[in-house]
């Protein structure tokens, strides 16, 4: 086994001590003898060389144990820097935990996770249910600002999920070709109000058709609205109507759209406030 670094540097020290006492007593031993044989003048310069000689010893002696545990060891010699290294991480004077990792503590520990809340399932109200020409049509309000369209005919159903905003617009667009009835559409009207689905390309339509008769010469022509539904390829089928049935449609798209906004609107949100009727002068009989 190897002595420790400590043990030999005191143990070198201790040598050098008795080595430079026994010098001395050697020394007085020869100035002694000196002084009865020659006189004091020698005595002096025995004593004198004595000194210096054990002044050197002294003075190697403290050297050489320092050099030696110098070279023995490479670390730093800084006390400060070595008590910070042999001090754990953290805070100042953090007992190391009982896991044995330096560093950890409970005050750095991630905090616990909490669990995550399931989104709100989107609320959906019925609308209207409505017998068109030879199909049925189902319209419902959702949040999300959304309006859901059913249509189905005798062999095929379709759906379509549109914004209220869109809805609105197409409403609009719809009641001003049927106000118009059999009479010819200004440029700027559109002649085809068309509600795309954006994620799907499903979509519903409205045409007019004018039937004018040959006879009799007096007859008024009939007019007629076609609700088209297709799909991404183009492929649908048409539902008639009357003018009164797609009054009735319009008149059920535009509640669904004021619903949808209604279900979309913050809890503490109110309704803006319709503004007051006048009310018409009746003339004087």
């Given at each position: 086994m190897t002595p420790a670094r400590g043990s030999v540097g005191r143990l070198r020290g201790l040598a050098w001590r008795l080595t430079c006492r026994l010098t001395c007593r050697l020394t007085c031993r020869l100035a002694r003898r000196a002084a009865r044989r020659s006189g004091r003048g020698a005595a002096c310069r025995v004593a004198f060389g004595a000194m210096i000689g054990v002044t050197v010893c002294m003075a190697v002696g403290v050297a050489v144990p320092t050099a030696a545990a110098a070279q023995a060891s490479p670390r730093t010699t800084d006390p400060g820097a070595d008590h910070a290294a042999r001090r754990p991480a953290g805070r100042p004077g953090a007992a190391v935990p009982p896991t044995g990792r330096r560093g950890a503590s409970a005050d750095t520990a991630p905090p616990p996770t909490q669990p995550a809340t399931a989104p709100a399932r989107p609320i959906i109200e019925p609308v209207a249910d409505l017998v068109v020409g030879?199909?049925?049509?189902?319209?419902?309000?959702?949040?999300?600002?959304?309006?859901?369209?059913?249509?189905?005919?005798?062999?095929?159903?379709?759906?379509?999920?549109?914004?209220?905003?869109?809805?609105?617009?197409?409403?609009?667009?719809?009641?001003?070709?049927?106000?118009?009835?059999?009479?010819?559409?200004?440029?700027?009207?559109?002649?085809?109000?068309?509600?795309?689905?954006?994620?799907?390309?499903?979509?519903?339509?409205?045409?007019?058709?004018?039937?004018?008769?040959?006879?009799?010469?007096?007859?008024?022509?009939?007019?007629?609205?076609?609700?088209?539904?297709?799909?991404?390829?183009?492929?649908?089928?048409?539902?008639?109507?009357?003018?009164?049935?797609?009054?009735?449609?319009?008149?059920?798209?535009?509640?669904?759209?004021?619903?949808?906004?209604?279900?979309?609107?913050?809890?503490?949100?109110?309704?803006?406030?319709?503004p007051a009727r006048r009310a018409r002068a009746r003339p004087a009989h």
């Amino acid at each position: 086994m190897t002595p420790a670094r400590g043990s030999v540097g005191r143990l070198r020290g201790l040598a050098w001590r008795l080595t430079c006492r026994l010098t001395c007593r050697l020394t007085c031993r020869l100035a002694r003898r000196a002084a009865r044989r020659s006189g004091r003048g020698a005595a002096c310069r025995v004593a004198f060389g004595a000194m210096i000689g054990v002044t050197v010893c002294m003075a190697v002696g403290v050297a050489v144990p320092t050099a030696a545990a110098a070279q023995a060891s490479p670390r730093t010699t800084d006390p400060g820097a070595d008590h910070a290294a042999r001090r754990p991480a953290g805070r100042p004077g953090a007992a190391v935990p009982p896991t044995g990792r330096r560093g950890a503590s409970a005050d750095t520990a991630p905090p616990p996770t909490q669990p995550a809340t399931a989104p709100a399932r989107p609320i959906i109200e019925p609308v209207a249910d409505l017998v068109v020409g030879d199909g049925v049509m189902v319209i419902k309000a959702g949040t999300g600002k959304l309006v859901y369209i059913g249509i189905g005919s005798a062999t095929t159903t379709s759906t379509v999920t549109v914004p209220a905003s869109a809805v609105d617009e197409f409403v609009a667009e719809t009641q001003t070709i049927v106000r118009l009835g059999t009479r010819r559409l200004p440029t700027q009207v559109l002649d085809r109000p068309v509600l795309e689905e954006g994620t799907t390309g499903r979509a519903l339509s409205v045409t007019r058709h004018i039937e004018r008769p040959q006879r009799p010469r007096g007859a008024r022509p009939s007019v007629e609205y076609h609700f088209f539904v297709s799909d991404e390829h183009l492929r649908g089928f048409t539902i008639p109507a009357t003018p009164v049935e797609t009054k009735a449609v319009l008149l059920a798209l535009h509640r669904a759209a004021r619903r949808a906004n209604a279900l979309s609107a913050p809890p503490d949100s109110t309704p803006p406030a319709r503004p007051a009727r006048r009310a018409r002068a009746r003339p004087a009989h």
